[in-house]
């Protein structure tokens, strides 16, 4: 029970800004943090290509590295970053699930209007102003313009119409 309080003391300490107890901390808490990792990577295998370390890195980064969380002993501590985790596998899983949304919605906007979703892709994912779309497309500044108008309500149109991948 003695290394237990004294864990606890430590993660204590650290949460209040200490950082003379990193390393020892570091030590303790790595191994259950990775074997929590683990875990939680098996949960969501298909929806988050990172490995246990990136995400151990990622919820120090987020969340343990600034403080602040009221650790009751070193069971509270553990659920709280087995959370964390979760909330980060969860935000990568949304994150890929909405370049999907797009990749799809860009499909088929190039499919019922190509030169619209050529604008789009120049001027929203290449960074290209309008007036260096119209000089490489042969076109007026107004044409497009206007493309550039139809394809963001043929985008809006489509990613309505899509089903709602994240529930």
């Known amino acids: 029970?003695?290394?237990?309080?004294?864990?606890?003391?430590?993660?204590?300490?650290?949460?209040?800004?200490?950082?003379?107890?990193?390393?020892?901390?570091?030590?303790?808490?790595?191994?259950?943090?990775?074997?929590?990792?683990?875990?939680?990577?098996?949960?969501?295998?298909?929806?988050?290509?990172?490995?246990?370390?990136?995400?151990?890195?990622?919820?120090?980064?987020?969340?343990?590295?600034?403080?602040?969380?009221?650790?009751?002993?070193?069971?509270?501590f553990y659920a709280l970053a087995s959370l964390a985790m979760r909330r980060v596998l969860i935000e990568m899983a949304r994150k890929r699930l909405a370049a999907v949304d797009i990749g799809l919605a860009m499909d088929q906007l190039e499919a019922k209007d190509s030169d619209a979703a050529r604008v789009v892709d120049m001027h929203y994912f290449s960074g290209f102003t309008l007036r260096e779309i119209a000089e490489k497309m042969g076109l007026g500044v107004r044409s497009v313009r206007t493309l550039w108008g139809r394809g963001l309500k043929e985008l809006e149109k489509v990613l309505r119409s899509l089903p709602d991948l994240s529930e």
Not at 13 to 41: C, K, N, W, Y
């Open 1 to 76: 029970m003695a290394s237990q309080s004294s864990l606890t003391e430590r993660l204590n300490l650290f949460m209040r800004g200490d950082l003379g107890v990193v390393d020892s901390l570091l030590q303790d808490i790595l191994p259950t943090l990775h074997e929590i990792a683990v875990r939680e990577l098996k949960r969501e295998r298909y929806m988050a290509p990172v490995s246990k370390t990136e995400l151990i890195h990622e919820v120090w980064l987020r969340n343990l590295s600034k403080g602040g969380w009221q650790i009751n002993d070193q069971g509270h």
